[in-house]
C-alpha cells in the first residue's frame, strides 16, 4: 500500500513557540491531505483539510490562526503550530487521499507526538 | 455522514476468531462502511470497506446485513499484534473526510 510519513515523530517546545509537522506521500501524489488531533485515550479529532495550491478548509472549532496549514506540493503538507501551549500538547496525525481512476483510499501517517512544557 | 454505535471494549483469545460488532442503523444508500483500526501510539490502518456485500481480504472478512443496519468485522485467527482500537466508520465513497467515533478496544490475550 502507499505510505505516508510524517516528521518529526515527536517534538519538545517550549510554551510560547512554534512547531512545524511535515507529512509527506513518499509513493503518490496527493492533492488532499488532512490533519488529525488525539488526546490520550480519545478517538481522533479531524483539523482540517489541506488542499494542494489553495487555502486549508477547517472544521468547526479548529482556529486557523492557530493551526496553519500549508499544501505546497503534492507530497507534501505542513501543520504549524503558532505560540503552543500546554493544551496543545497531543499526538497530530495525518493522512492523504490516493487517487487512481476509480480507486481511491486514504492512508494515514505514523503520528507526531507533540509536548509543549 | 452516518453515525456508528460499537462496544467499548471486547477481550478474544490468541487464535479464535474475533468478531466486532458495529451499528449504523442511519446508513444511507450510498454510504460504505470502512474498518480501521490503530494499535497504540501509531497511526490507523486500513483493515477493509464494503456497501451490500460481504467482504474478505488477507487481514479480515466484513459482514454487513441484508437491511445495511450493521456490520461485523471478523479477525479470523486473532494475535497478540491485533490488540487495538478498532474504527468503524460510515461514508459516502467520494467523500474525502473520515470522522473517527469512539472505536472498540479489542484486547487479544493469550
Known amino acids: 500500500g502507499a505510505v505516508v510519513s510524517q516528521h518529526p515523530s515527536w517534538v519538545i517546545c517550549k510554551s510560547g513557540t512554534s512547531v512545524k509537522i511535515e507529512c509527506r506521500s513518499l509513493d503518490f501524489q496527493a492533492t488532499t491531505m488532512f490533519w488529525y488531533r488525539q488526546f490520550p485515550k480519545q478517538s481522533l479529532m479531524l483539523m482540517a483539510t489541506?488542499?494542494?495550491?489553495?487555502?486549508?478548509?477547517?472544521e468547526q472549532g479548529v482556529e486557523k490562526d492557530k493551526f496553519l496549514i500549508n499544501h505546497a506540493s503534492l507530497t507534501l503538507s505542513t501543520l504549524t503550530v503558532t505560540s503552543a501551549h500546554p493544551e496543545d500538547s497531543s499526538f497530530y496525525i495525518c493522512?492523504?487521499?490516493?487517487?487512481?481512476?476509480?480507486?481511491?483510499?486514504?492512508?494515514f501517517g505514523p503520528g507526531t507526538r507533540l509536548t509543549v512544557t | 455522514d452516518a453515525k456508528t454505535t460499537q462496544p467499548t471494549s471486547m477481550d478474544c483469545a490468541e487464535g479464535r476468531a474475533a468478531n466486532l460488532p458495529c451499528n449504523h442503523s442511519t446508513i444511507s444508500g450510498n454510504e460504505y462502511v470502512y474498518w480501521y483500526r490503530q494499535i497504540h501510539s501509531q497511526g490507523p490502518q486500513y483493515i477493509i470497506h464494503g456497501l451490500k456485500n460481504n467482504e474478505t481480504n488477507e487481514m479480515a472478512s466484513l459482514i454487513i446485513t441484508e437491511d445495511r443496519k450493521s456490520s461485523t468485522l471478523i479477525l479470523p485467527h486473532a494475535t497478540l499484534r491485533d490488540t487495538a482500537v478498532y474504527y468503524c466508520i460510515v461514508k459516502m465513497y467520494n467523500f474525502n473526510k473520515f470522522y473517527f467515533g469512539s472505536g472498540t478496544k479489542l484486547n487479544v490475550k493469550p
Open positions: 493522512s492523504a487521499r490516493y487517487s487512481r481512476g476509480g480507486y481511491r483510499e486514504q492512508y
Open positions: 489541506s488542499n494542494e495550491g489553495s487555502k486549508a478548509t477547517y
